[in-house]
């Protein structure tokens, strides 16, 4: 993979890393993995790289440290791959990213992931179901986490081990909602590894773990608590894991204040780690001629100003609300009409989920009776944009007078930091309370509450009417914010703290 | 009303009422009172007895204290009566309780009621909103808070004040989550009034209350803030509501350990108060000849088994999954199979509100699916009861082997605590940990996780096979609770803490 950039924090970061693994290697594993295979019309499987905001965050990691990686074996192609070393060899170019497959049956993956990960814990976490009908934790279901999600992993967990042959204290990093139960075969086998665990996704409260089946929930919290250090997006959700065990775990200690869980005569560290951008990258692409062109052609289509947003399709972000109170900034402030438009740049998501249709749809209807109402000849309120264009979307961050990030509940919300990173207007962020990025960006951000669209309409008035210093002065604190609290920074901290906490 | 009954527990309440009231009505508000008027052909309002768990609980205050009751004028009727001392005196009765309306034009009690109150506060507060999607808090929303419920409130706080005439230092009471603005316009007129609110309902966390609208959160939390205490069913919700309090409320100071908020010079206590029932009133309906005479007929028609539950035909009571966990007890059980009888007492509840109607049909099409699956000539397994009968409802917990309460989140549940009063069969609770009253009866109840279909369902056929003595050891300490906590000991601890608290 690249080679490292020179870079002023690289050295604290070599420092951390130095100290964590001596001479060995980071072993990260994640449910989806820097590179996929697809078997062509060859009959060989061939390398992909793979994409998504926690393999581009982890991606980084290559850079400063030797990692081996563990991912699922997703595809025919992957699991072809796994047993065979020299496709891997391939595809990992210069050894300083190892590639290593967990491998399953097919059935036993898709059990997992589409049956317990995507559908269940990802709207569980997200808070996006319809409690009196969904979720139903049927028989499909308690099979599906017996022998889908949990041997998943104790794949990752074999998988892991491999890596570890004769290392009696490996280091490993867990990631996200996939592997909640691999650090506990790991650490049956190893009882003097380092193990971390970092969730990207929310972590709801205990109310809403409370409706679940108790071995699912408790699977989930004791299978955290395998861990060395159990790693949240933000304080809140460190606090709603804290309650969780207690109210599930027996037996349990929980150390509020010192942020910590004593359980079988372990300590768990719980600590939030608010996940980053690459600045440079960022800033390479938004400034790359390709993403200049995009973003002059984009401006030659735009009236005065320019309000811009950028999500996956996906109804935990909002996107409904933010076209219904850009409908009511309309409303109420007629003189806004014809000179300002706004640019939705959205990503196709799960689009096979039902619920990911549904919501599509009632978005597209809501596009098009703003655009009905309000738009005239040589004039569309707003211009969708539905496709992947990572160049294109910084673009229109980058011409932005404001950014609407307006989520139900988010992780953390990279957009948010992208956005003051690329602006070239001094864009002004609206953010909702409800975005992980809130807890650092408050001080800069007009902060919105997301089912609130009154207070969003008046939000987007604001942003709009704020004067240019005022502008200035906030989008300039954010960046600083995004430039001192970078995707190194979230590794660093929690290198030193894997080295200071659990060795 | 009734005159008071001789209880070992009466001196203690009365002693708690004269050390708080000295020669003073305690002042009671709630939105529905124990009497409203209609309007017949005869043209004069007349007087019907109210219902409601609220109105029964708080009926039996009036047998031990002198009350003046101010209710909202709900009806035509009530309007009227308003105006009318004389129709208001004999409606009262022996002046034990006496009764006065607070009284708003038609179309602002329509907004603070069937706007905001029930289907806006009673959703959120049970979370049985689909988010993505609703609520969406618009300008009519907002309008109906600002022009509805914050005047409603406000003409309670009038009607309070005006039974208050002369004295400095009311004692008053108000109640549930139509009333949350009430106690601030009461305090600002008798700083040294002694104030308390109680919400019935469940308090959800913080990260629900962080998606809507500011000003109405704000408005709640601080509201409720200008009482001295504020009561909850469970301390779960009371420390849900001081974590709101901590983030929705600047420079609030929140003391977990010791329950309570300072804020603006005054401070407020946080108290939990698990409501309870009238057990003597309760076992007097379920002895009554009627009901024992209903109690052979149902258990003519059931076979040896008989599986019960009560509730309001009302999404957050979790029906659905219930039917579903009984297919599944049928399923995995064949031997149950004809030798069970399901009977469920629902009764009518909102059915004028969309929600409502679309689930009575989903519970209706899942009882249709296990009768035709399962039934046979002269088994059908399950029977429903779709009315508003109190005493057959009894009777059917009389006679039950199981009583399923599984409601998805409730404040309390009152069903679960008759069940064990008027058991005659030692019947076996299968309760929610979702439902207040789990955090009373968890020691002999079978717990179930609400969306767990799978464990639903084996926690019924554990009922169902739990030896003779346990079913009697567990209802029997069961019973001993809800003898001991009744509706008096919740009456009389709420009258101490405001006199030792507040005074």
Not at 371 to 398: C, K, M, T, V
Request: glycine share 6%; hydrophobic share 45%; with cysteine.
């Amino acid at each position: 993979m690249a080679s490292p950039l020179p870079h002023v924090a690289d050295s604290a970061l070599g420092d951390a890393a130095a100290a964590l693994l001596g001479d060995r290697r980071l072993i990260i594993a994640t449910n989806r993995g820097p590179v996929t295979f697809t078997v062509g019309s060859s009959g060989v499987p061939r390398p992909r790289r793979g994409s998504g905001g926690l393999v581009t965050a982890l991606g980084q990691v290559g850079r400063h440290v030797p990692v081996t990686w563990v991912a699922a074996a997703m595809s025919e192609g992957d699991r072809r791959a796994a047993e065979d070393p020299k496709l891997l060899r391939e595809a990992s170019g210069d050894d300083s990213v190892r590639l290593r497959f967990a491998s399953v049956e097919r059935s036993v993956y898709e059990q997992a992931y589409n049956v317990i990960a995507n559908p269940f814990l990802w709207f569980l976490q997200h808070q996006m179901w319809n409690l009196p009908e969904r979720p139903i934790i049927d028989a499909s279901v308690m099979r599906a986490w017996e022998r889908g999600y949990v041997p998943l992993n104790e794949a990752f967990a074999r998988a892991v081990l491999n890596q570890a042959r004769g290392d009696r204290e490996p280091r490993v990093m867990l990631h996200d909602y996939h592997l909640y139960c691999a650090a506990e075969p790991i650490r049956r086998a190893r009882p003097k590894a380092v193990i971390s665990h970092f969730t990207h996704i929310p972590w709801p409260p205990s109310s809403i773990w409370q409706t679940i089946a108790p071995p699912i929930r408790e699977g989930i919290a004791t299978g955290l608590l395998a861990n060395d250090v159990v790693g949240f997006q933000t304080q809140r959700y460190a606090h709603n894991f804290l309650r969780m065990v207690e109210s599930f775990v027996p037996r349990a200690e929980v150390d509020y204040e010192g942020w910590s869980v004593r359980w079988r005569r372990r300590t768990t560290h719980v600590r939030s780690y608010p996940i980053s951008i690459d600045v440079e990258a960022t800033r390479r692409v938004a400034t790359s001629r390709a993403a200049r062109r995009r973003a002059d052609q984009l401006l030659g289509g735009t009236r005065e100003r320019v309000l811009v947003r950028v999500d996956r399709l996906e109804p935990s972000k909002n996107i409904l609300r933010g076209f219904l109170a850009y409908e009511a900034l309309l409303v109420r402030h007629p003189r806004l009409r014809g000179h300002i438009s706004f640019l939705a740049f959205l990503v196709p998501s799960r689009t096979g989920l039902k619920e990911y249709g549904d919501y599509g749809r009632s978005v597209q209807n809501a596009v098009d009776r703003t655009n009905a109402r309000f738009g005239r000849a040589g004039w569309r309120p707003i211009q969708i944009f539905y496709e992947n264009d990572y160049a294109q979307a910084l673009a229109g961050l980058s011409i932005a007078d404001v950014v609407l990030v307006n989520p139900l509940v988010d992780g953390m919300n990279l957009v948010a930091k992208e956005a003051v990173v690329v602006s070239e207007r001094d864009a002004v962020l609206v953010l909702s309370e409800t975005a992980g990025a809130y807890d650092q960006m408050a001080d800069g951000a007009i902060a919105v509450a997301p089912a609130d669209v009154v207070g969003t309409a008046d939000a987007l008035a604001d942003a709009l009417a704020m004067d240019p210093d005022e502008r200035r002065r906030r989008l300039a604190r954010l960046r600083r914010g995004v430039e001192r609290e970078d995707i190194t920074w979230w590794l660093r901290r929690q290198l030193e703290d894997l080295a200071t906490l659990a060795t």
